[in-house]
């Protein structure tokens, strides 16, 4: 099969996906002082798909169980993650108020459209230590987020992406897309949206080359081995001193995937994050990955299969597959587009690429 970057290398190349963010951050920002923090909110207008995969040992989530695919609830209409670490979902509040003054939610009553409940599921980050302990992203922040969500957005320091550490450097917000031109997914978009945020290392020591450029290879992002001067400030960063982290995101696609699909899809996610960060998934992260399917592409028929397995098996195999390489993708773009804030040097302070 064949593939390509979507035409903006983003979440929103899958139809039907906005993405908003809303942060607070002072210049002067140090460990302690200042704001530095912000939450970022996918929409989905007139809901999607959606599934979800926990896999750190330290989540802080809302409205997780009931995206299982065992339950009744099918659809969500937006994602919300964020900094805070747990006071952070009070930014869901915000989501869900600007969605039900749009007429955005599960319709309750037949003869009142006004009577929606939005399902918003989160998820957060911590990032208390960086600015000041007490500012957070609140119901406001989710509320602005989700007014500014359209197709296209910034990466790098913003939204929930403001007060992210991944390992001894900066985080951010980021992002990537393949399409399929051919194959039993022709057609198809698939796509990832990260805050990278984990305690583990996100660069080889021995190269200085982001470990989520492996399964493309450096060359693809541009990206060449560090000076020996370089590697040798680099490895000399103190590791991340806390005992909560946790890399968060969105992975998408607009095939028409059921929930059982679209858990796959956030369950390989997390492959893509292996590959990315070293440790992933520690006791001290809560790394969790949303998938949603916003079902507005139809890809080709694909092979007869026996009665026993399902019939978009092939589909949701390729998707799988390009899912984890989003990710890996959208790592390496959060770590390359963030900005020194608060001190915590960037990757872009330390290598010249």
Not at 292 to 304: F, H, Q, S, V, W
Not at 336 to 345: E, L
Request: glycine share 14%; charged share 15%; net charge negative.
């Amino acid at each position: 099969m064949t593939a390509a970057p979507g035409p903006r290398n983003s979440l929103t190349d899958v139809s039907g996906l906005l993405v908003g963010h809303h942060h607070v951050l002072d210049p002067d920002a140090t460990h302690g002082s200042g704001a530095a923090t912000g939450c970022t909110v996918v929409r989905a207008p007139g809901g999607a798909v959606a599934a979800v995969d926990v896999r750190g040992g330290g989540p802080g989530t809302r409205e997780t169980d009931l995206l299982d695919p065992a339950n009744t609830v099918r659809q969500a209409h937006a994602i919300l993650l964020t900094g805070g670490s747990a006071y952070g979902l009070a930014a869901a509040d915000g989501v869900m108020r600007w969605l039900e003054e749009h007429g955005e939610g599960l319709p309750m009553s037949p003869g009142n459209p006004a009577r929606v409940v939005p399902i918003v599921p989160g998820a957060v980050i911590f990032d208390l230590p960086v600015g000041d302990w007490y500012t957070r992203p609140d119901a406001e922040f989710g509320y602005h987020a989700a007014e500014a969500a359209g197709p296209d957005f910034l990466r790098g320091c913003v939204g929930a992406g403001t007060g992210a550490q991944a390992g001894a450097l900066k985080g951010g917000i980021g992002t990537a897309s393949i399409r399929f031109t051919d194959g039993v997914a022709a057609g198809v978009t698939v796509s990832a949206l990260v805050v990278a945020n984990p305690v583990g290392s996100v660069f080889d020591p021995r190269t200085g080359i982001p470990w989520g450029a492996g399964t493309d290879g450096p060359e693809f992002f541009g990206l060449r081995p560090g000076t020996a001067e370089e590697l040798a400030v680099a490895n000399a960063l103190a590791v991340k001193s806390t005992v909560l982290n946790t890399t968060i995101g969105v992975v998408a696609t607009d095939a028409p995937l059921d929930p059982a699909g679209c858990r796959r899809l956030a369950t390989v996610a997390h492959d893509g994050l292996a590959r990315a960060v070293r440790p992933a998934h520690s006791p001290l992260d809560g790394d969790t990955f949303f998938a949603l399917a916003t079902g507005t592409a139809t890809p080709p028929d694909g092979p007869r299969l026996p009665a026993a397995f399902p019939p978009d098996l092939p589909l949701v195999d390729a998707l799988s597959t390009a899912a984890a390489v989003c990710v890996e993708r959208a790592m390496v773009d959060g770590i390359r587009t963030a900005h020194t804030v608060a001190g915590i040097p960037a990757y872009s302070d330390l290598f010249s690429v």
